[in-house]
């Protein structure tokens, strides 16, 4: 049931990542799986941190910042 949640999660992070980062020229479909790799990215970096989560609305958040920071090297990437 886990990996259930994480799964709508991150579709749920990647879409509002996508609204966050406007105009980085993504389809929906890229920044919905752009949020489930934030989704993984946003636990390293939350471990790195020491932050731990303890409800789904702390995984989506984790998630976002992940995904927002995805969106941001990739647009980056995009530039050159």
Same mark, same amino acid.
């Given at each position: ?11 749920a992070a990647g879409a509002i ?11 929906? /479909?890229?920044? $919905? *799986?752009v949020g489930l790799v934030g989704? &993984?990215?946003?636990? @390293? %970096?939350?471990? #790195?941190l020491g932050f731990s989560i303890?409800?789904? /609305?702390?995984? $989506? *958040? ?5 995904? &927002?920071?995805?969106? @941001? %090297?990739?647009? #980056?990437?995009?530039?050159?």
């Amino acid at each position: 049931m886990e990996i259930l949640w994480s799964i709508l999660v991150g579709i749920a992070a990647g879409a509002i990542a996508g609204w966050i980062m406007k105009g980085s020229g993504y389809g929906i /479909l890229v920044n $919905l *799986l752009v949020g489930l790799v934030g989704g &993984v990215l946003g636990g @390293w %970096i939350y471990g #790195l941190l020491g932050f731990s989560i303890h409800s789904v /609305l702390g995984m $989506l *958040l984790m998630s976002v910042i992940g995904a &927002v920071v995805l969106l @941001w %090297i990739l647009s #980056l990437i995009k530039r050159k």
